[in-house]
């Protein structure tokens, strides 16, 4: 599995691609919203940065407009890809991106049928929410399972991206069960290093190798 970062903060998807970790970077409205800049420059800067996927979502709801705004943000660089929710009109600008060559990552994916009808009609990536699932008392990382489990039967190649992560457990768990790509908010993926007896450890080392020295 790999880590994308979902972020649009130029900061944070520094740290994370410092790290060495960091496949690509997928941003929403509000993640948008966050960061009071133009999108289409925030955009550029992020596409530079990170030489892998970075998905960004169209606002409009119709088919028409997704296209159009997605063909305008695709030409932003090679390696947008548009994020499009997961509606019947998502589904036709999916199938339009899909025969002019521009990835999508199709968001906000509840269920399993709604991540098959996403991959038949050429989607890159689903995008399934394990912690919007969870939040109403449902199984997210069943969910991530089950896609798997269907996309495998199926041969599909379309990737799962585990989204709306919220903590460590979620980022071992969407492994387990089959997602390609799990996207991370940066105060998870500090988590993830995280163990007492890592810091404990650390701090052993030091306190022995300060003592030989004394001697010497
Ligand atoms: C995924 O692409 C979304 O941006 C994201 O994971 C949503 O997460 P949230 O439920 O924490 O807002």
Known sequence: MKFFIDTANI??????YDLGILSGVTTNPSLVAKENVSFHDRLKEITSLVPGSVSAEVIALDAEGMVNEGRELAKIAPNITIKVPMTPEGLKAVHIFSLEGIKTNVTLIFNANQALMAARAGATYVSPFLGRLEDIGHNGVELVSTIADIFSIHQIETEIIAASIRHPQHVTDAALA????ATVPLKVINQLFKHPLTDKGIEQFLQDWNSSQKNE
Request: cysteine-free; hydrophobic content about 40%; proline content about 0%.
């Open 11 to 16: 900061d944070e998807i520094k740290q994370a």
């Open 178 to 181: 089959g997602a390609h790509i």
